[in-house]
C-alpha cells in the first residue's frame, strides 16, 4: 500500500481527531466548564470523524482476510457513524449523560482501538514507524 491522496486525507483527519478528541471531552468535565471550547472542539472533532470515516470506505487492503478489500478494521466505519449519530440523537432529547457515554465511546473505539491496529508491524503505518526506529 502507498500513500495515496485519499489516504493522506485519511491520516490527517484521524490524527486530527485522536488530538482534538481529548480537548472536547475535557471541557465538559469537572467544576469548571468550558461550554464554547467544548462545542467547537466537538465540531471539529465530529467533522474530522465523519472526514476519518467516509475516506476509509475508499480505502481497501487486498493483502489481509477481507470481504471485496474491505478488513475487520472497517467495521469500525458503520460504529463510528452509529456513534454519531446516537451522541446527537442524545444531546436533542437532553440526555447529556447518553451524549457523553456515545461520545467516549466513539473516541476509545474509533480512535483509540484503530489507531493501535494500525500501528500493528505489518500494516503500513506500522512498517513506518517501526521501521524508522530499526525495529523491523
Request: glycine share 10%; proline share 5%; hydrophobic share 55%.
Amino acid at each position: 500500500m502507498q500513500l495515496t491522496p485519499l489516504i493522506a486525507i485519511h491520516l490527517f483527519a484521524a490524527s486530527a481527531a485522536i488530538l482534538i478528541g481529548p480537548v472536547a471531552l475535557w471541557a465538559r468535565k469537572g467544576r469548571v466548564q468550558r461550554p464554547k471550547l467544548h462545542r467547537a472542539f466537538g465540531y471539529a472533532f465530529v467533522t474530522m470523524m465523519l472526514v476519518t470515516a467516509a475516506t476509509a470506505v475508499f480505502i481497501r487492503d487486498y493483502d489481509y482476510p477481507n470481504i471485496a478489500g474491505y478488513t475487520p478494521i472497517h467495521l469500525l466505519v458503520p460504529f463510528a457513524l452509529f456513534s454519531m449519530t446516537g451522541a446527537f440523537w442524545h444531546l436533542s432529547r437532553g440526555n447529556i449523560a447518553g451524549h457523553r457515554g456515545a461520545m467516549q465511546a466513539l473516541y476509545i473505539g474509533a480512535c483509540l482501538v484503530a489507531g493501535v491496529f494500525t500501528l500493528m508491524p505489518d500494516r503500513y503505518l506500522g512498517k513506518l514507524l517501526w521501521g524508522q526506529l530499526g525495529l523491523l
